[in-house]
């Protein structure tokens, strides 16, 4: 590992030591980057958007460690945030995981496209990738905070040219995400594309006066059911 990534140029807010969850087929640990640079309203992990240090962080030699003596166990680490291409830590990050024998997923926002093309033509390159896709283009300002959508759709696009495997995933938010604007994402998907409705869970979020509420398990699974039959989506409720 680097100094520039031991001293602070790859911060880690929290690490799940194992899930069966993060990385489809894979037994991993999943790694919190601490720092965002969207502030959604729905954001159940508003502790981790500030990139400053906090006691609770934890350090990157002890990950390592701790990776090192999963070697045989573990089959993969899950890198999240936050979000972590903001890093200029990520790529050693990775590389030194990928140096263990493990297989490498990253979650992204999509907001760096530049940057994940970059990583996805590295030695560090994921063997999965998770994007958010979180609203038409023109919703994320009001949204996220964001001026656009447009990059996570670029980010799309860099991935289906990588050829590495991808998942794009969708917080749906009652009553903010109807069917008619979900239908009008689903236009930016290709037929096959793996797409995952994830219901909103109310609790400790960014903005507790959003107004959000889950939406209707038997309506949103109905829905993901069209975009299968009609448009040849891989989409499923999660």
């Known amino acids: ?34 720092g965002c640079n969207l502030r959604c309203r729905y954001c159940h992990n508003p502790q981790l958007l500030s990139a400053a240090r906090s006691a609770s962080d934890i350090a990157l030699s002890e990950v390592l460690t701790f990776l090192q003596s999963r070697v045989g166990l573990l089959q993969g680490v899950a890198v999240t945030g936050g979000e972590p291409l903001l890093h200029a830590g990520l790529s050693d990050f990775l590389s030194e995981a990928r140096r263990l024998g493990m297989r490498l997923k990253l979650d992204t926002n999509g907001m760096f496209p ?6 996805l033509s590295s030695k560090a390159r994921p063997d999965y990738v998770a994007l958010d896709f979180k609203d038409v283009p023109e919703g ?3 949204l996220c905070g964001a001026e656009s959508g447009a990059p996570a759709l670029e980010s799309l696009r860099v991935l289906r040219k990588s050829g590495v495997p991808f998942e794009v995933r ?7 995400h109807s069917a008619d604007r979900l239908s009008r994402m689903a236009e930016f998907l290709a037929p096959g594309e793996k ?3 994830q219901r909103f869970r109310d609790g400790e979020i960014l903005c507790r006066d959003a107004g959000f509420q889950p939406p209707d398990a038997g309506w949103l699974k109905e829905l993901a059911d069209s975009f299968r039959a009609e448009r040849q989506l891989d989409c499923r409720v999660r």
């Open 195 to 197: 797409w995952f409705l």
């Open 140 to 142: 994320y300002a009001f």
């Open 1 to 34: 590992m680097t100094a520039a990534a031991d001293t602070g140029a790859f911060p880690i807010g929290g690490l799940e030591k194992c899930s069966f969850v993060d990385f489809p087929g894979t037994l991993a640990a999943v790694v919190f980057t601490r």
């Open 170 to 176: 969708t917080t749906v938010c009652a009553p903010l």
């Open 114 to 119: 530049d940057r994940l093309e970059q990583l």
